[in-house]
């Protein structure tokens, strides 16, 4: 009855939280500022209250977006059991607001809570991607609905990249544990992130799985630029994980590309890669030789909704396939464009596809991109898709070759009876008003020609 009664309570309790918190913008932080505070000076007390408000602000505001998709959506049970995961994380956060920070009990059940956060949240984007599949199947896309869940789930999926961010760093760098193999890594951090030793980790990786798959796979050749210290391997401050999630997808997008395309060939093209660092930007740009996609369909690769392979059924396997629902390609996106980074496409159909990840060289410069719910952000979903304001090209186009005689024969009895019926009405009225101002009786006008006029 006592647990019962405290979720009754946090129930009703949830929205307000939810309103509060939400009123509050994010504070994004730069790559600089992690490493500052994780190197030498590491506060678990300053962490704990910077997280114990920061992480309901960002909780808030996305959930404050999840209440303007489609009802028939929320309505789903993988979007409420989604919902309940964040007021649940939500609630559990705001209990430690009025807690002592000196008390180390208070720090470690912060720690311990944070886990078990991080932990509910790990299913959050299958969880989201197979709500918004049952959606689709069961009532369809409309164009002004397939806009704003790709718009929230963009908001979405960053927003749960920013707080595993947050809790990944303090929990790793207070938790009294440190990674044997990564030594050196300030929580999820490297501060030199060798980006070609990423590079080979994501092709020996999918390689392996393409080879399960396949039973073959094509080589890699891999050349770096070093413009800066040309001597040098090219390191940056970064999260090798994202960087290898974003490497990952690209590999296996290019592997099997290439695989289905020559499945009739002796010998696979190679994919080649370029690492290239400049005073700005580290770029990597992927290049196979697939087949290329047509140019309407680059767009497409970076919908949620869709996929160019067939849905995998879920049945608990270790290995992650080759494709999937299709946000592959997007959440890749997303990571590149956390730090102010980007990830684009550039394809030959016919030919290959090239993959360009950019991210940002210098650490002051990597700083969180975060979605914050404001006027702008509800005008987004308020607004309804407009007529376009350039033409678009008919599938079936005019005959300009030929005139229809028959359809101007018809056009021209249609006006000049309109024609007739504007003149007598006219008439009438002006007739009327005559009338009226010699105080006679006005006549009604034959109403044959008005009636046949009016039948047309």
Not at 22 to 50: H, R, V, W, Y
Not at 100 to 120: A, C, G, H, S, Y
Not at 282 to 300: A, F, H, N, Q, W
């Amino acid at each position: 009855m006592k647990f019962a009664h405290i979720l009754l309570k946090n129930t009703f309790n949830i929205p307000k939280q939810v309103d509060r918190f939400s009123k509050f913008s994010p504070s994004p932080l730069s790559m600089k500022q992690f490493i500052d505070f994780g190197s030498a000076n590491a506060c678990e007390k300053t962490s704990f209250m910077f997280l114990r408000q920061e992480l309901p602000v960002r909780l808030a505001n996305i959930m404050k977006e999840i209440d303007f998709l489609p009802d028939k959506l929320i309505g789903t049970p993988s979007v409420q059991l989604l919902h309940s995961w964040y007021a649940q994380s939500l609630m559990e956060i705001v209990e430690f607001l009025e807690k002592d920070p000196d008390d180390k009990k208070v720090l470690n059940m912060f720690t311990e809570t944070l886990i078990n956060v991080r932990n509910r949240h790990n299913n959050v984007v299958p969880t989201m991607a197979q709500g918004v599949v049952e959606y689709k199947e069961t009532f369809g896309v409309d164009p002004v609905t397939n806009q704003n869940v790709q718009y929230f789930l963009d908001r979405f999926y960053t927003s749960r990249i920013s707080t595993r961010m947050l809790i990944n760093q303090h929990t790793l760098i207070f938790s009294g544990s440190t990674n044997p193999v990564h030594p050196k890594h300030i929580g999820s951090i490297d501060p030199n992130c060798d980006a070609v030793e990423v590079v080979r980790d994501a092709y020996e990786s999918s390689k392996m799985l393409c080879d399960q798959y396949y039973l073959t796979s094509p080589e890699v050749e891999i050349k770096q630029v070093n413009s800066v210290e040309p001597s040098e391997p090219i390191n940056i401050v970064y999260v090798p994980s994202h960087l290898y999630h974003m490497l990952f997808e690209l590999f296996k997008n290019a592997m099997r590309a290439t695989v289905e395309t020559h499945e009739n060939s002796t010998h696979l093209p190679p994919i080649k890669v370029r690492v290239s660092l400049g005073s700005e930007d580290l770029t990597i740009k992927m290049s196979d030789r697939g087949g290329g996609v047509p140019l309407r369909k680059i767009e497409r690769l970076f919908s949620y909704m869709y996929s160019t392979a067939p849905s995998p059924v879920n049945d608990n396997a270790r290995n992650a396939p080759l494709a999937g629902f299709g946000y592959g390609l997007p959440i890749s996106r997303l990571y590149a464009k956390y730090f102010q980074g980007d990830l684009q496409l550039y394809s030959m159909e016919g030919y290959g596809t090239s993959a360009v990840i950019y991210l940002k060289a210098l650490s002051t410069e990597s700083v969180e991109r975060l979605p914050v719910f404001n006027r702008s952000a509800l005008r987004h979903y308020q607004t309804s898709t407009e007529a376009d304001d350039w033409c678009i090209p008919s599938s079936e186009p005019k005959k300009l070759g030929k005139y229809d005689y028959n359809m101007q024969e018809k056009e021209s009895v249609f006006f000049l009876a309109l024609s007739q019926y504007v003149f007598l009405e006219f008439s009438h009225v002006w007739y009327t008003l005559f009338c009226l101002f010699f105080s006679s009786p006005a006549p009604v006008l034959i109403s044959s020609c008005h009636d046949s006029v009016t039948s047309l």
